[in-house]
């Protein structure tokens, strides 16, 4: 069945560094989405990507969806401690609505 | 307006017993979710009820458990004859079509302790 590995599981960075996590999944996907969730808290929708090879950014937040649609990565521009929190990646093969989660990226940051 | 709401937000229970867990999806929200989150790990998918389609089951990791949902409406997730491993947090998630996708709207999540 259709799986999606994220990397990396952890990432502890110092305030104002970069971050990125990057996801692969086994099949072509419609459809990718990013979540976050906070210590404590549940996922939140952050952005979702649709067309082969689109870029999204949010603020110091970017978002690529790979040309063959398989991958994407998230990368944080000048972290700060506000995006303490693990990164999900999920994946959505033939627009049905159901999503595959990939295993989340924990990103510390160190004032 | 209200978002996805789960009770109860904690459930100790002694191992063999049966839990039932509920969820109140985003009114107009044709699609709900369930998925199970061990500490420290990922969301791995359960259950996925769409409108009136059969539910895929295919996340469900033993006949123990199962859910139902009525019309678009509550769902709940039975957990039969609780086992340790079953410990983790259950998070609900209801969504509707945007016109590119389906956004989930998640639930703050059931803490089961299995004990």
């Known amino acids: 069945g259709q799986q999606v590995m994220q990397i990396p599981q952890y990432q502890h960075v110092q305030e104002g560094e970069d971050f990125t996590t990057y996801c692969n999944s086994s099949?072509?996907?419609?459809?990718i989405q990013w979540y976050k969730q906070r210590p404590g808290g549940h996922p939140v929708f952050l952005i979702q990507l649709v067309k082969s090879g689109e870029v999204k950014k949010q603020k110091r937040l970017t978002f690529q969806f790979g040309e063959a649609k398989k991958n994407s990565s998230l990368h944080i521009t000048a972290t700060q401690t506000t995006d303490v929190g693990t990164y999900f990646c999920?994946?959505?093969?033939?627009?049905?609505?159901?999503?595959?989660f990939g295993q989340g990226t924990e990103l510390s940051v160190k004032p | 307006g209200a978002g996805v709401s789960q009770s109860p937000s904690n459930k100790v229970t002694e191992k063999g017993k049966d839990v039932e867990l509920r969820c109140d999806p985003i009114s107009g929200h044709t699609a709900l979710y369930w998925y199970r989150q061990r500490l420290g790990q990922g969301l791995e998918f359960l259950i996925y009820?769409?409108?009136?389609?059969?539910?895929?089951k295919s996340g469900l990791p033993s006949d123990r458990f199962s859910a139902e949902r009525t019309g678009e409406s509550v769902s709940t997730l039975t957990i039969q004859r609780t086992q340790q491993e079953d410990s983790a947090v259950y998070l609900c998630a209801s969504s509707q079509w945007t016109g590119y996708f389906y956004e989930q709207y998640f639930g703050p999540g059931t803490r089961l302790t299995v004990t």
């Open positions: 999920a994946g959505e093969e033939n627009q049905g609505g159901k999503l595959i």
């Open positions: 009820f769409q409108g009136n389609s059969a539910p895929d």
């Open positions: 099949t072509t996907l419609s459809n």
